[in-house]
C-alpha cells in the first residue's frame, strides 16, 4: 500500500502563494509510482484535476492552472510539490494527493486525507 501526507495548506489573501507538499510512504511490493497529481473538491461541486506528473517528468495541467500553479517530484524520495502562486477565491478547495502506483499485473490508485487552501478576496 501507499500512504500519501499532504501539508503546506492554510489561509492566504488573493493574490498569495502556498506551497503544497505530499509525501508517499510504500509498504509491500510497489513496482513504481507512475503518476503523481495533485486534486481538489472546491465547496459544492466534484473532486477535479489540477495537475499530474509522471515518473518521467511529464506534467499535465488544467486550465485553470496554468501560469500559476508548478508541480515538481522527486522520483527518489516519492514527493509531490504544487507551488500555487497569483491564488484566487475559487481556487478555495480541498487539495488531495494522488498517485497511481504499478504492480506487474495491476495498478492502483491512493489518495491523500487532503489539506484545505483557502483564499480571501
Known amino acids: 500500500q501507499v500512504q500519501l501526507v499532504e501539508s503546506g495548506g492554510g489561509l492566504v489573501q488573493a493574490g498569495g502563494s502556498l506551497r503544497l507538499s505530499c509525501a508517499a510512504s510504500a509498504s509491500g511490493s510497489i513496482y513504481s509510482i507512475n503518476v503523481m497529481g495533485w486534486y481538489r473538491q472546491p465547496p459544492g461541486k466534484q473532486r477535479e484535476l489540477v495537475a499530474s506528473i509522471s515518473s518521467g517528468g511529464n506534467i499535465n495541467y488544467e486550465d485553470f492552472v496554468k501560469g500559476r500553479f508548478t508541480i515538481s517530484r522527486d522520483n527518489a524520495k516519492n514527493t509531490v510539490t504544487l507551488q500555487m502562486n497569483s491564488l484566487k477565491p475559487e481556487d478555495t478547495a480541498v487539495y488531495y494527493c494522488?498517485?497511481?502506483?504499478?504492480?506487474?499485473?495491476?495498478?492502483?490508485?491512493?489518495w491523500g486525507q487532503g489539506t484545505q487552501v483557502t483564499v480571501s478576496s
Open positions: 494522488n498517485a497511481l502506483v504499478s504492480v506487474p499485473a495491476m495498478s492502483y490508485q491512493y
